[in-house]
């Protein structure tokens, strides 16, 4: 079995520490200052994976290997960036130009880029539990830290926009029950923050 180049390991690295300092689209299109990351977004998601316990995995769902596609998803962004359909290109062309990124990164980490390649496409068709869990963290995520946002400028519901895209759509019943807690949080700080920096 021949060895991966240390030299392209090194390339694999500085390519993904990208993601460390890429801000993410949606949030810059908001106006949202000091936003997060994708690696900081791919982070919290894979600690959340930690959460899943024998009470809460009734579907025995495999942690590590959630914990995987929780940190490889959105690897392709470090080479084509965070595309949002705000930014005028087509979802397949958009998962054109992402599988071409993951098939790069592959290239450069031999067996290990193959297993990243292959959760990678699990998650994109959504093709197993883990991929669908996977991809409720990643819904989940994204509205935690847009409360998280609507809490520090002082202004209820003004990333509505962000919720309304995902209610109805998480389907493990762990992360159905923070969303429920979620949209709880929400309405008690808009009600207790009712006319104050609120812009809508």
């Known amino acids: 079995m021949a060895l991966v180049e240390h030299g392209k390991i090194i390339e694999f690295l500085e390519l993904v520490g990208r993601l460390k300092h890429i801000k993410r689209t949606g949030w810059l299109l908001c106006d949202i200052n000091d936003c997060e990351t994708i ?3 791919m982070y919290r998601m894979g600690l959340m994976t930690f959460l899943l316990t024998e009470e809460n995995n009734p579907t025995k769902l495999d942690r590590f290997k959630c914990l995987q596609i929780a940190l490889i998803h959105d690897l392709a ?5 965070d595309l949002t359909p705000h930014c005028g290109v ?3 062309e958009k998962h054109r130009r992402e599988e071409e990124a993951m098939k790069q990164i592959a290239e450069l980490t031999g067996i290990a880029g193959d297993r990243m390649y292959n959760l990678y496409m699990e998650y994109e068709t959504q093709s197993s539990p883990e991929a669908k869990f996977a991809k ?3 819904r989940y995520d994204m509205i935690l830290q847009a409360f998280e946002y609507e809490k520090r400028e002082n202004s209820p519901k003004i990333l509505e926009e962000f919720f309304t895209s995902t209610y ?3 389907t493990h019943p762990f992360i159905q029950d ?3 807690e979620l949209y709880k949080q929400r309405d008690e700080f808009a009600n207790n923050h009712s006319g104050i920096g ?3």
């Open 198 to 200: 609120a812009t809508t």
């Open 39 to 41: 690696a900081g977004h």
């Open 90 to 92: 087509s979802p397949e």
């Open 77 to 81: 962004e470090c080479i084509v960036g």
């Open 168 to 170: 109805g759509k998480f």
């Open 136 to 138: 409720d963290l990643d």
């Open 178 to 180: 923070l969303a429920k």
